[in-house]
């Protein structure tokens, strides 16, 4: 937070939590480049000149060496090294460790060439984003193509977007406009064009741009149809006793693998179980689950974990004695045979979304 609303020249405008401090970084690294560049070039040159040969039979005066010089030109840079590390590195660790509560989760999904969020309501944009002022905002973000990479300058802000997992960038908006979205990853040929904006809004504003959007089914809702369609509660049963494991309280806990090894139940490991199943396979249970690769998008295994996520026992239910299990969705069995995947139903585009043009 910019505590003398400083605003530097030449930079971008100081709108998110990160910004003040990552300008003074900058501003420190600068003055450090500066001073010590200058410092070394005039000393350079007063030695050059002070030294000079000045007759072709002299002979140099032989310095055996200074010890505290010697000390001082290697503390002092080392010092001011451990410095930039150790503020850097805080900077990193404020900026990649999103809050864990009281934070307003978007979903992210990059393509060739735009961008697509999803709000938990449902609301769905195109190339734009809006936030409420003051909330802390947390992206979590996939490709479904390349890596790109999103990037806001206004809040310091920028993240590869990587086809195969996810990606997490979290801010705080501090200042009410309008800001520039760009991808910052080269990305293919209309790469340039691959930009957006960025709204911040005052709470009651932003309250009513929500009830203004045409409401589609929050990811979770339509990740509990596509669980269902997918015919995934015909394997994944809340008592343990299906071919795959329960997915109650499943969300954030350790998982034990057959191999001995254990794995955070996070949304990385969550998505690899849907679209890669064998990779990981729960201890206790066979590997049966078929891959659902090309049969669900990116954005519906978002959704498909947002429905896992909130999973727990229902009211007045405690929740059964279950093996931590390998996600998810499972399709219904056939024969004694391995379970063949339906084909799902690829929803249509959002709206002002058009197929891309290689």
Not at 34 to 44: C, D, E, K, N, P
Not at 199 to 216: I, K
Not at 235 to 258: D, I, M, W, Y
Request: overall charge neutral.
């Amino acid at each position: 937070m910019n505590p003398f609303l400083i605003q530097i020249p030449f930079f971008p405008e100081q709108a998110s939590n990160f910004a003040f401090e990552m300008d003074l970084f900058y501003i420190l690294l600068f003055a450090l480049t500066g001073f010590f560049t200058v410092l070394i070039g005039v000393a350079a040159v007063y030695f050059l000149v002070k030294y000079r040969r000045r007759s072709q039979g002299e002979v140099p005066e032989q310095i055996e060496g200074h010890l505290k010089l010697e000390i001082a030109w290697t503390v002092i840079p080392f010092v001011i090294s451990m410095f930039i590390f150790a503020w850097g590195a805080k900077l990193y660790y404020q900026m990649y460790t999103p809050p864990a509560t009281d934070v307003l989760e978007i979903f992210v999904t990059g393509k060739q060439w735009m961008w697509r969020a999803q709000h938990p309501d449902g609301q769905r944009e195109i190339n734009e984003l809006h936030v409420p002022l003051g909330r802390r905002v947390k992206l979590t973000m996939t490709s479904e193509d390349v890596i790109h990479s999103y990037y806001i300058p206004a809040f310091r802000t920028k993240t590869d977007v990587v086809p195969g997992r996810y990606t997490v960038s979290w801010f705080t908006p501090i200042k009410t406009g309008t800001y520039h979205l760009f991808c910052a990853e080269y990305c293919g040929t209309q790469h340039s064009g691959m930009i957006g904006k960025v709204t911040v809004m005052e709470v009651p504003d932003y309250q009513a741009w929500l009830r203004g959007v045409p409401r589609e089914k929050s990811p979770a809702e339509a990740g509990e149809q596509l669980f269902t369609s997918l015919a995934c509660v015909n394997c994944h049963l809340e008592n343990s006793k299906g071919r795959g494991p329960s997915l109650l309280n499943l969300f954030g806990t350790e998982v034990k693998l057959a191999n001995g090894a254990t794995v955070k139940a996070d949304e990385t490991y969550l998505r690899e179980s849907i679209l890669n199943p064998g990779a990981k396979t729960v201890a206790g249970y066979a590997n049966d689950m078929p891959t659902f690769q090309g049969l669900v998008t990116e954005e519906q295994v978002a959704m498909i974990i947002q429905y896992i996520k909130p999973i727990g026992p229902r009211q007045g239910e405690a929740a059964p004695a279950t093996t931590p299990a390998s996600a998810v969705p499972a399709p219904a069995e056939q024969g004694v045979g391995r379970p063949a995947p339906p084909q799902a139903a690829k929803p249509a585009a959002p709206q002002g979304e058009q197929p891309r043009q290689d």
